[in-house]
């Protein structure tokens, strides 16, 4: 997985409310973190996870990253077919950022450098419960962060959101795992780090 810190199943658990917790865990010396991938590949589509805790005041270091990710099941190399939501400072390289919306291009388009097609990193502030949604369609991306708990489908109590628009070599389009990861960028943070995420939920269109 990404980061300084190498994945641990351990490190993810479901309570019994359903809800899925991710930690980022010092034990023994050693900093290990949290990614998890479904089996199925998901394609054009509504995208919505429901976010419990203050993801935009994070460690510095820390990454919450809610994504469609073709490479993890050999769909495209990395830097394509990759769509990201992803709460964090970057450990303080981004100019006071606190997230990001990311687009990497479709198979076989692969940018010098592996950079992305298009990205926007911006702060926001939000409360303790947060629903973040991608919405995919074959020719533009619509994100959109929220206030609350929404349902699927509906809009209210907006925090952020943007549109980007392109053709097929910008904006991936064949079926990807959806990933969600807690990872390090760079170093390890000053103490554990955990998130809950209450909800996910995929509505294709």
Not at 185 to 198: C, H, L, N, Y
């Amino acid at each position: 997985m990404a980061g300084v810190a190498l994945g641990n199943p351990a490190n993810i658990t479901i309570d019994a409310h359903g809800y899925l917790h991710l930690r980022i865990v010092r034990q023994n010396e050693k900093w290990t973190a949290s990614e998890l991938f479904t089996t199925e590949n998901l394609g054009f589509g509504t995208y919505q996870w429901i976010i419990q805790g203050n993801v935009y005041a994070m460690d510095p270091t820390t990454v919450l990253g809610l994504f469609s990710y073709g490479p993890a099941h050999h769909i495209g190399t990395d830097a394509e077919d990759e769509i990201d939501i992803e709460f964090s400072q970057w450990n303080k390289t981004c100019h006071g950022c606190n997230a990001d919306f990311t687009v990497y291009p479709a198979t076989g388009n692969r940018k010098p450098k592996g950079v992305s097609a298009w990205e926007d990193n911006f702060r926001v502030s939000g409360g303790t419960l947060t629903t973040a949604r991608m919405e995919w369609f074959a020719d533009h991306i619509v994100f959109t962060l929220m206030n609350g708990a929404q349902p699927i489908g509906t809009v209210a109590d907006v925090i952020k959101t943007e549109k980007y628009t392109s053709d097929a070599t910008n904006i991936p389009q064949s079926a990807a795992p959806v990933g969600i990861n807690l990872w390090c960028f760079k170093q390890t943070p000053a103490e554990d780090q955990s998130v809950v995420i209450r909800k996910f939920e995929f509505r294709a269109h």
